[in-house]
């Protein structure tokens, strides 16, 4: 018995990557919509009650049985609005998030893509992203949504330009826009955090505005634009919204775990496996998840002028004197480079 | 001074001669009313004059239109020699300067002009008293009185289709005298057609060189209006460049329901006026009919009244604080105060048997008198509130980002908030050291040793720090009544009093039938008018009673603080953006039940 001739070694590892691949982004997924529990409940300790207990042990079934619910709701576009818009924009949403999360290698061997410009595309798609909220806004064909998405469109203009130039240190420093180098950057040097610690207080901020989570919730202000963007929205298209907002947390989590604190690296140990990288990755990125439950429940809201202001004002030149001071000392560390 | 044998002409009140000297003394009819409150009655023409005369030429001069307020008069009986008239319009003036001077009978004047005809006529006074608008606005919605002159005399408390005015004596006040209601299509378009704002009619542009302005409709069905509170917005991007509330959602007609319900039975109703409030709106009515019925309550009764009412400022305030903090984006701290409510409610569920609305105050006295050991529970609590105050202060107002979302946010100074009206802590944050309880002691706050909290300039930010600080006066409060409560009787030995005192009703089948008819028909108050203003929650709340021997009043005014306050929105938010208009009206802290009665 002989393999058919279009078994080769390349198409098995084809097949294996796209499985791979597929496990990883249906985990991602699964593990996003887990978030909405795990919000709920991490919220509900810090504010002294209880949350969803109900339904299966510690009541991980809410999120199951809200999925069906949310399934089995009218989906009702309002007559009023632009239907091709209004239905794509949701579906930007989902799949921005998604694809973002592509680049990132949760292990040394565990990953989906390779990217060699893999930070480039994480800002394209960032870019991209906000067209949902945009879209969504304006085919909504109601005020508040309209409001919610000029605000975002300012929002997103404001942090993009630091956010880029934020993690410009850290490419610098690594020599490589691909994340699985930055990783072996940081196991060679040390986690970016401490290098790029700049850097990093920028990138927090606009980490956030990326995801629209309080305080950076702007464009869907509930107490003063209603839901704003997504206010027209309801069942799936709703909750594709909903979960790429936590698609985007986890996302952004593990970019920030990558990016500054070493990925799947686990200190002072030199050859991890892949189920102790996975295991590190992991541990970090949910601390991040956590820590974004952890702003929601402490602070208030700015102005939206005054998110502006410190976008301009202050994060910008932070992370404009971050780059020019990272990129003098690696000049100076250059040898042959000073002379 | 005036001579005892002469008719009262009202000349031991030196505003009265004050009044007397300027226009001469033929001009007015004195009325003597029982709360003391110098009455006179002035000519339609001369209104205005009288008014602007009182605002700003005499000494410590009426600032705040406090109240205005028309009365059906065509079905009295009992007018004792006042002007012939079938409709009253009534302006009641406050003067803080003579409030704070200690004179308890100045401070109010109350004016009246008597109206004749279907459709009365009184010259408006929005030129002197900008607060006016809204009072005119309701006198001819409710009592279709013309006020000649208002720039917009339309409907405010009921909808715009509304055909005649049920504040009249002629207006049925139950549904059983009405055909059946019905809503069909036809109707409900009219009435959402209605119901469409159309800037020209408020005198707004659609647009202004190149800019096209977007009307927003925030309302009545919004998550922050705090009720179903309506306005409209004219903006410019996200800046406000004008709007109109737009009250009468949560109308109940509680005024008419007074004409209809006993003195007593009328207790639940108040409960639901500033619904926060509690037994404290008990207080101002009850406290008024007693002085009708010249009622004097024991002490134990006005220091448990105290009391209670603290606990309530307690349970509105803590609301207001979460809300507060919410509405500038903090989503946690309103569960903890949730929590401090709980326990708050506890107590109040101990002592009244209730929870929001115990109706536990009566005519002469309260339901019943404090249950054992209340004293353990009420400890319990002000030790639980105490700490958890101090750590609310270093969380939320403390908080960066709430004191630059609210610093200097719709902020006004004292002059500004006399004009329209605003009382209460909104009142205090601009520097007037105004608290009724001070200024008034009434129910024996004068026995009370706490601070009036103050501020400079009342904005955002220090609206919210007061109520802050009256929470910690109003635990003080609290401890006082609870290491001193007198003892005694809960209920005054009075016949007026309500439910009667069982023990005068044992004795013969005469003073049996008396209580009987006391519990069933309720009690007969005497002729008479009298208001009591008292320090609530929001501001101050007034009930104006005209009595008129009968076991229903012939007339209920209650005059709420929140009224006041929607109407100044626009005086202080034109020019802010939106975010700021929410944190402003969570400042207001207003309940739209007490807006629109």
Redesign the interface.
């Known amino acids: 018995m002989t393999l058919p001739s279009w078994i080769t070694q390349e198409t098995i590892d084809t097949a294996i990557k796209s499985v791979q691949a597929v496990v990883i982004l249906v985990g991602m997924v699964v593990v996003s919509a887990w978030m909405i529990w795990l919000e709920r409940r991490l919220?509900a300790l810090?504010?002294?009650?209880y949350g969803p207990n109900r339904v299966g042990p510690f009541g991980l079934g809410q999120v199951i049985a809200d999925m069906l619910k949310i399934f089995f709701k009218e989906d009702w576009t309002p007559p009023f609005a632009d239907k091709a818009m209004f239905w794509i924009a949701p579906a930007i949403a989902m799949a921005m998030m998604i694809l973002g999360f592509m680049i990132i290698p949760l292990g040394d061997t565990l990953w989906i893509a390779d990217l060699n410009i893999g930070l480039l595309f994480f800002l394209a798609i960032a870019g991209l992203a906000v067209y949902a909220v945009i879209l969504g806004g304006w085919a909504s064909n109601s005020?508040?949504s309209l409001?919610g998405g000029?605000?975002s469109t300012a929002q997103t203009i404001s942090y993009e330009v630091f956010m880029g130039i934020s993690l410009m240190g850290v490419v610098m420093q690594a020599g490589s826009f691909n994340l699985r180098e930055i990783v072996h950057a940081q196991q060679e040097q040390v986690w970016f955090v401490v290098t790029q610690l700049l850097g990093f207080i920028v990138w927090v901020p606009a980490a956030l505005a990326v995801t629209h989570r309080?305080?950076f919730?702007l464009p869907e202000?509930?107490?003063?634009?209603?839901q704003g963007y997504h206010t027209e929205y309801s069942s799936m298209k709703f909750g594709m919204f909903m979960v790429s907002e936590y698609v985007g947390i986890v996302m952004v989590s593990a970019l920030t775990t990558t990016l500054f604190f070493g990925g799947w690296d686990v200190p002072f140990v030199d050859n991890e496996g892949w189920f102790l990288s996975f295991l590190s990755f992991s541990a970090k990125t949910f601390i991040f998840m956590c820590s974004y439950i952890l702003v929601?429940?402490?602070?208030?809201?700015?102005?939206?002028?005054?998110i502006m202001a410190a976008g301009w004002k202050v994060c910008l030149p932070i992370s404009l004197i971050n780059m020019l001071g990272t990129a003098a000392v690696i000049l100076w560390q250059t040898p042959g480079a000073s002379s | 001074m005036a001579d005892d044998a002469a008719p009262n002409t009202g000349l031991q009140h030196d505003i009265v001669r004050e009044v007397y000297r300027r226009f001469g003394e033929g001009e007015f009819r004195f009325q003597a009313t029982i709360d003391g409150m110098p009455t006179l009655w002035v000519e339609a023409g001369r209104i205005l004059d009288v008014l602007k005369f009182l605002k700003s030429e005499v000494q410590r001069p009426y600032r705040m239109l406090f109240d205005l307020t028309a009365i059906d008069e065509r079905v009295r009986k009992h007018r004792d020699g006042q002007p012939a008239s079938d409709f009253t319009v009534v302006y009641h003036l406050l003067s803080i300067d003579r409030c704070n001077a200690k004179e308890l009978a100045g401070g109010d004047i109350r004016l009246k002009v008597g109206l004749v005809g279907e459709k009365p006529e009184c010259p408006s006074c929005i030129s002197i008293f900008k607060n006016a608008n809204w009072y005119e606005r309701e006198a001819w919605d409710l009592f279709g009185v013309v006020f000649t002159g208002h720039p917009n005399l339309r409907r405010i408390l009921l909808p715009p289709r509304w055909e005649g005015h049920p504040g009249r004596k002629d207006y049925p006040a139950r549904a059983t005298e009405f055909d059946p209601f019905l809503l069909d299509q036809m109707r409900q378009d009219l009435d959402q057609e209605a119901l469409l704002f159309k800037p020209e009619e408020w005198g707004m542009q659609r647009s202004s060189g190149d800019v096209d302005f977007m009307f927003l409709n925030l309302g009545p069905n919004h998550p922050s209006a705090h009720g179903a509170f309506r306005i409209v917005l004219q903006l410019d991007g996200e800046e406000i460049v004008d709007c109109v509330p737009d009250i009468g959602y949560h109308h109940r007609g509680a005024e008419k329901m007074a004409e209809r319900q006993s003195w007593h039975t009328f207790i639940p109703y108040t409960d639901r006026i500033d619904y926060l409030g509690g037994v404290m709106n008990n207080l101002p009515y009850v406290m008024n009919v007693e002085k009708l019925a010249g009622i004097t309550v024991p002490d134990r009764v006005k220091t448990i009244r105290v009391m209670m009412s603290e606990f309530f400022r307690i349970t509105s305030h803590l609301l207001f604080y979460g809300t507060y903090c919410q509405d500038v984006g903090a989503m946690s701290p309103v569960f903890f105060m949730f929590v401090d409510r709980q326990k708050a409610y506890d107590v109040i569920e101990a002592v009244t048997g209730f929870r929001m609305h115990p109706a536990w105050f009566r005519i002469g006295g309260l339901a019943h008198d404090l249950p054992n050991g209340w004293e353990r529970k009420v400890k319990e609590f002000i030790d639980w509130l105490r700490p958890r105050m101090d750590e609310y202060e270093k969380a939320a107002l403390k908080n960066a980002v709430l004191v630059t979302r609210s610093k200097g946010v719709a902020a006004y100074d004292a002059a500004e908030a006399q004009e329209w009206g605003v009382t209460g802590p909104g009142l205090r944050a601009a520097g007037v050291n105004f608290d009724y309880r001070k200024a008034r002691p009434y129910s024996g706050y004068e026995n009370f040793d706490f601070e009036v909290p103050l501020a400079d300039v009342s904005d955002v930010y220090t609206r919210g720090c007061l109520r802050a600080e009256e929470i910690r006066q109003s635990l003080r409060i609290i401890e006082q009544c609870m290491n001193n409560m007198p003892a005694g009787p809960f209920k005054a030995d009075h016949p007026l009093t309500c439910p009667p005192p069982k023990e005068r009703a044992l004795h013969d089948i005469e003073t049996l039938i008396t209580h009987f008819l006391g519990v069933s028909w309720g009690p007969i108050m005497p002729p008479g008018e009298s208001t009591t203003i008292i320090e609530a929650t929001k501001g101050l709340n007034s009930y104006y009673s005209v009595a008129d021997g009968s076991t229903t009043s012939y007339r209920t005014r209650i005059r709420t603080p929140s009224f006041a306050h929607l109407q100044q929105i626009p005086a202080a938010i034109n020019g802010h953006m939106i975010p700021d208009l929410i944190a402003y009206i969570a400042s207001i802290d207003f309940v739209m039940a007490d807006v629109d009665r």
């Open positions: 919220l810090w504010q002294d009650r005020k508040y409001l000029v605000r309080t305080p919730d202000a509930e107490q003063e634009l209603v929601r429940a402490a602070l208030p809201r700015p102005r939206y002028d005054q």
